[in-house]
């Protein structure tokens, strides 16, 4: 199968197209290599994806309206995996404008892409963040989120209604998939695991936001490329006990799905920086701070909708997961 994947030069991108790849399909990957952090670690990512030859590499940007289209009508992927993305909820507090360029105009763009040549399953990158100030745990898809703490978080919202829309008017089923906090080798350099084990190698004091009083429901990337990878092939379809009167965010009346992927096992942030030290054999300095803008407490996945469609639930120990990473890391680094 022809599979078309954005942002593949990313962390998830790249092990996401490397597993389409290991199981025969033929991927054409875009991505416009922004300097949002290092390219080298993308031009690293993408090394790897080149020694496949079924796998074309294409540099894009998914802003630009006509290359997208052109892309879609030339190459005619069958299914579409959306993962190109400005990523960071700090970030979108500094550079608003980055958001609305690649995640709202972007995606519009891949949404005509997918309309003009009746793409058969478009699944896309959504984000935990769209829980925002929701105060009951664990988040369900279920659960109304309209009520966003970060432009980056508004914008996957966005996104998760633009897919709705286009599902609704042109029959393309539509997946979104909310990731929470994923982790992992070839990790961004802009999450806490990156930044942690850099800081505590190099002797420099790690920054502890809210005082070390936050909980994350981290994701270790193999448990995502297996959710991505099944539900990439379970196309999304219409909930036929759907209730206009009583609308679930979840499903709709057209071939539209939202599933929750995370780990399912919300870790204290103290206790996390505890097992990078454990796998390091090394204590950080910490430098306790305040709660950061945009920033939320607790994130906590309920992941039984994804476990009841695809049969799959993420389960990937913190421990062995953070030692897995910090391996690669300091074989990279």
């Known amino acids: 199968m022809k599979i078309l994947v ?24 875009i991505d416009n290599l922004n300097d949002y952090y290092d390219v080298t670690l993308k031009e ?13 590499f294409l540099k894009l940007d998914i802003k630009n309206q006509k290359d997208v289209l052109d892309l879609f009508k030339k190459e005619l992927p ?25 995640n709202i105009q972007g995606f519009i763009n891949i949404l005509e892409g997918c309309r003009a040549i009746k793409t058969e399953h478009l699944v896309f990158a959504s984000s935990s963040s769209v829980y925002g100030g929701n105060a009951k745990v664990p988040f369900s898809e279920h659960d109304n989120v309209d009520h966003p703490v970060s432009l980056y978080a508004a914008t996957k919202k966005a996104n998760e209604l633009m897919a709705h829309t286009y599902s609704h008017l042109y029959h393309i089923p539509t997946t979104g998939l909310r990731f929470f906090t994923v982790y992992g080798p070839w990790g961004r350099p802009d999450m806490s695991p990156m930044l942690f084990t850099k800081a505590i190698l190099a002797d420099e004091p790690i920054q502890v936001f809210n005082h070390g009083d936050m909980m994350r429901d981290f994701t270790y990337i193999d448990d995502v490329i297996a959710s991505v990878n099944e539900t990439l092939f379970k196309t999304a379809t219409p909930n036929i006990n759907f209730d206009a009167h009583h609308p679930d965010p979840a499903t709709s009346h057209a071939a539209y799905r939202i599933f929750n992927i995370g780990n399912s096992q919300p870790i204290p942030l103290m206790q996390f920086i505890e097992t990078i030290e454990d796998a390091l054999g090394k204590k950080a300095n910490k430098k306790m701070v305040g709660m950061q803008a945009g920033d939320v407490k607790i994130t906590s996945a309920d992941t039984s909708e994804l476990g009841q469609w695809v049969d799959f639930k993420p389960n990937t120990s913190i421990k062995e997961g953070v030692k897995r990473f910090v391996d690669w890391y300091k074989n990279y680094y």
């Open 6 to 29: 954005t942002g593949v030069a990313g962390f998830i991108g790249m092990h996401s197209a490397k597993k389409l790849l290991d199981d025969g399909h033929e991927i054409i990957g």
């Open 44 to 56: 690293d990512r993408l090394k790897i994806l080149e020694g496949f030859k079924d796998f074309k």
């Open 78 to 102: 069958q299914r579409v995996l959306h993962l190109a993305a400005q990523a960071g909820v700090r970030y979108s507090i500094q550079n608003p404008y980055a958001y609305i360029d690649s």
